[in-house]
């Protein structure tokens, strides 16, 4: 059993940057634990962003975000975080911050993660 709470969202200019945490509370070891991003936009579904392994040796991106955001943990404070930047428009949405105890396989996807946290906004002007 995991709870997940995200921080760090708010509004930012397009070019801009945010750095988003998932603080983790659980009374198993953080390390167990796989951990992803996902954000959704309105009228939209949720959809993958970025994946970290437990010990945080492999990530995995969607393609729409390659190159301008970094996933990252640190266990012994069992948060994960993601670091935006680069912003678009298009970025807009609520990010939640999801945890399993299974490998994902393939691209990552919601239902492979059984916790989840209520998410944080995510707005991005043009």
């Known amino acids: 059993q995991v709870q997940l709470e995200e921080s760090g969202g708010g509004l930012v200019q397009a070019g801009g940057s945010l750095r988003l945490s998932c603080a983790a509370s659980?009374?198993?070891?953080?390390?167990?634990?796989?951990m992803g991003w996902f954000r959704q936009a309105p009228g939209k579904e949720r959809e993958f962003v970025a994946a970290i392994s437990s010990g945080g040796g492999t990530t995995q991106y969607a393609d729409s975000v390659k190159a301008r955001f970094i996933i990252s943990r640190d266990n012994a404070k069992k948060t994960v975080y993601l670091q935006m930047n680069s912003l678009k428009p298009e970025d807009t949405g609520v990010y939640s911050c999801a945890a399993t105890g299974s490998r994902p396989y393939g691209t990552p996807s919601v239902n492979q993660y059984n916790y989840w946290g209520q998410g944080t906004q995510v707005t991005v002007s043009s």
């Open positions: 659980t009374r198993t070891f953080f390390s167990y634990y796989f």
